[in-house]
């Protein structure tokens, strides 16, 4: 919006984070990008992006809100039309998506809380994103210790205890001890959930630690000398945990496998497959070895074959090439043209390979007794005719 001073937005979701339905007066509206508009509202109950928590969604008298943001304490809401300065509109939130927003923050604090108690770990990075939420914490975490601290979580789910969200006294907030990523000026909003976390947060949280449903780590890896951890926490776990039901049980008919009985059936047809690789390798190799024994000195062969992997085409050209001085070159599908593998024993190749590039619309090099690469040119006729001219 353009430089204007307007009163701090009144946060109706610091209140009543299950509120959905608000009615509000029109303080400003401007003009955006695409036909849309920024609005300014005397109140709110849309949550803007920040703390790692998206931004709500939902309508303002019908129309969507498509983003909310706030600075220096006014929300600004970018809507798809116009909205009158001075009139009365009424916002109706998407409170699916709301309690999303809510169970994974809500967990993300339960989690955090708990490893800092166990560990003395900080958290240093939060983000709720449409496929997945993230943490990252400020130390390694040992698998064992965050299967531990997984565990405790969802037992402080299961006993429902309060979520208890306000600004304390400045007295008695100097009294309290909370976790808190950066220094904050003004009144500050604690979240805390008994047995778990104490921590300074504006976002919007469930009421109960019940309503979270459950919190699932799904995943951890190493991220700037700690952990980042991706949790799935109420709907996003029992999505997951019937994606995952879906695709093991697709799996299990594909192995014709009982329940419990998947992982061996996987084991046993990876061991049969590569069983399969090894003896196909075997017979590969003698099919080289009797088309190399059709290759006499003086002999330039030029091949064009069929399903050569790289490695396959690589190994042919090798085995032409011990039973003549002169270049061999083998040639099989491969992406939109041919791959290709030129050799020569005991000789240098790259010259040859060069010109063949440029004359077969290719690219590729190696190693002076052996080239590969790629040519565009599939017309058998033109890459004879090229090595006749050779």
Known sequence: MAEQTHPETLRLYDADPWLSRFTAAVLACEPAAKGRSRVVLDQTAFFPEG????ADRGTLNGIQVLDVQVKDGVVTHTVAAELPVGETVTGVLDMEHRLDS???HSGE???SGILHRMVQCENVGFHIGEEATTLDTSLPIPPEVLAAAEAEANRVIWADVPVQADYPDPAVLETLTYRSKKAIDGPVRIVAIPGADCCACCGTHVSRTGQIGMIKVVSSMNYKGGTRITIACGGRALKLFDEMLAEQAALRAQFSAKNGQLAAAAARQAKELEEQKARAARLEQQVFRHTAAQVSEGDQPVLLAEGLSADSLRRLALALAERTSRPCAVFS????????????N???VR???KEMNAALEGRGGGKPELCTGSIAVTD??????????V
């Open 51 to 54: 703390g790692g928590q998206p």
């Open 102 to 104: 809510m169970q994974q």
């Open 109 to 111: 604090h339960v989690l």
């Open 333 to 344: 599908e491969g992406g939109q043209g041919l791959a290709y593998a030129l050799a020569q």
């Open 346 to 348: 005991g000789g240098d």
């Open 351 to 353: 010259a040859l390979c």
């Open 380 to 389: 058998p006729a033109r890459i004879q005719e090229f090595f006749a001219d």
